[in-house]
């Protein structure tokens, strides 16, 4: 059974900084990989979503990264702002049954 | 385009009473999703609509939830009667096609059972 883990829970760091999002999966097995934003209050929207094919995509300072073999991806963010702060969801597409299996999710707080 | 439209935004009832929530998908999306998602956790998938019929609602409750989706289009989830566990953050989604398609996010309704 596919298992999908976010660490940290939470992450505060100050404005400019760059940082990594980490998401860990037990089962490589997988037919996509989509990076997620939750702000409080509203819905989630989907920011990157990676084929099982594909190594990495890219949306202006977010890159995101997957690696099946080690059961990671990475959500890397350039030049953190404000605005940014957010939890931040990776979400799996299975490779036999396409439900999306998330993670909890890491809570993203950036200082001005 | 318009998004995925929810309504109530906010509920707050008391346990064992009952509550329906309403979704309107993107216009042309086939597939409908309802997920809960309790605090501090990822959403779970509850039922997945594909036009006006059931693909998976294997993870929905059944003695107390029911969902319908009248003429392929908007959609309600109810729970009847409401327990305190219900307490969560309820979700609907929308997609072109089933399956691999990006799923566009409703701004969900919060409820709280009391």
């Known amino acids: 059974k596919q298992e999908v883990t976010q660490i940290p829970a939470a992450l505060s760091v100050p404005e400019g900084e760059n940082l990594v999002l980490n998401c860990s999966f037990t089962?490589?097995?997988?037919?996509?990989l989509q990076w997620f934003r939750q702000d409080p209050g509203k819905g989630l929207t989907s920011l990157l979503l990676?084929?099982?094919s594909q190594r990495e995509q890219t949306s202006g300072r977010l890159n995101a990264s997957l690696d099946k073999s080690s059961g990671r991806s990475t959500l890397y963010i350039a030049a953190s702002q404000p605005g940014d702060s957010a939890t931040y969801l990776c979400?799996?597409?299975?490779?036999?049954?396409?439900?999306?299996?998330w993670g909890a999710g890491t809570k993203l707080i950036i200082k001005p | 385009e318009a998004g995925v439209a929810q309504s109530p935004r906010y509920k707050i009832i008391e346990k064992r009473q009952s509550v329906a929530f309403w979704c309107n998908p993107i216009?042309?999306?086939?597939?409908l999703y309802w997920y809960q998602q309790i605090l501090g956790q990822g959403p779970k998938l509850l039922i997945q609509?594909?036009?006006?019929?059931?693909?998976?609602d294997s993870q929905l409750p059944k003695d107390r939830f029911s969902a319908e989706r009248l003429k392929g289009v908007d959609s309600t989830l109810k729970i009847q009667p409401a327990k305190l566990e219900d307490s969560a953050v309820y979700l609907c989604?929308?997609?072109?096609?089933?399956?691999?398609?990006?799923?566009?996010f409703g701004a969900g309704t919060r409820l709280s059972v009391l």
């Open positions: 989604a929308s997609s072109q096609l089933e399956g691999r398609a990006i799923q566009y």
């Open positions: 216009s042309g999306h086939a597939t």
């Open positions: 609509f594909q036009n006006n019929g059931v693909v998976d």
């Open positions: 089962d490589s097995a997988i037919y996509n």
């Open positions: 990676i084929q099982s």
């Open positions: 979400a799996l597409g299975g490779d036999s049954n396409y439900q999306l299996i």
